[in-house]
């Protein structure tokens, strides 16, 4: 099975899957919602889209035998939360990379670029971010936001 382990945000969690060989960690991030309305929706929304864009989807909370089990254990506040998308998470967010980093003038322009290509890569397939901002923008393992 898997152990779904959230920090005190239940933002963060770390996937725990084995292996033969040894037990490996992944960190991913969990989208929590109350109603099966949003969870659809989410589901549906990102179909088409290409991760290179969108961060796509590991696993939903349908697909987990023991998300009921886990679900008890997390308190999260306002919960409960019956429905939730698995994700890879993000190197880091742009929001941490303005506040820790000195950002030039070349690299800013380049990230606008690559945020604004995500944007109409939704657009473009009738989504739009209605919560888009510098902690939903994100920088990932491949070093592309």
Request: proline share 1%; aromatic share 6%.
């Amino acid at each position: 099975g898997i152990d779904i382990v959230a920090d005190k945000t239940a933002t963060d969690v770390t996937k725990k899957t084995s292996s033969d060989k040894e037990e490996e960690e992944d960190l991913v991030v969990v989208k929590f919602m109350k109603h099966k309305s949003m969870y659809d929706r989410e589901i549906k929304g990102r179909k088409g889209l290409e991760n290179r864009f969108v961060i796509g989807i590991q696993e939903t909370s349908s697909q987990l035998e023991d998300w009921k089990e886990q679900e008890s254990d997390l308190h999260l506040n306002d919960g409960p939360y019956s429905f939730g998308i698995v994700m890879h998470a993000a190197k880091k967010n742009l929001m941490v990379t303005l506040l820790q980093e000195r950002v030039d003038f070349k690299d800013a322009c380049l990230i606008q670029y690559e945020l604004a290509k995500g944007l109409k890569h939704m657009h473009d397939h009738g989504m739009l971010h209605a919560d888009f901002k510098p902690l939903n923008a994100v920088c990932m393992d491949d070093l592309t936001w």
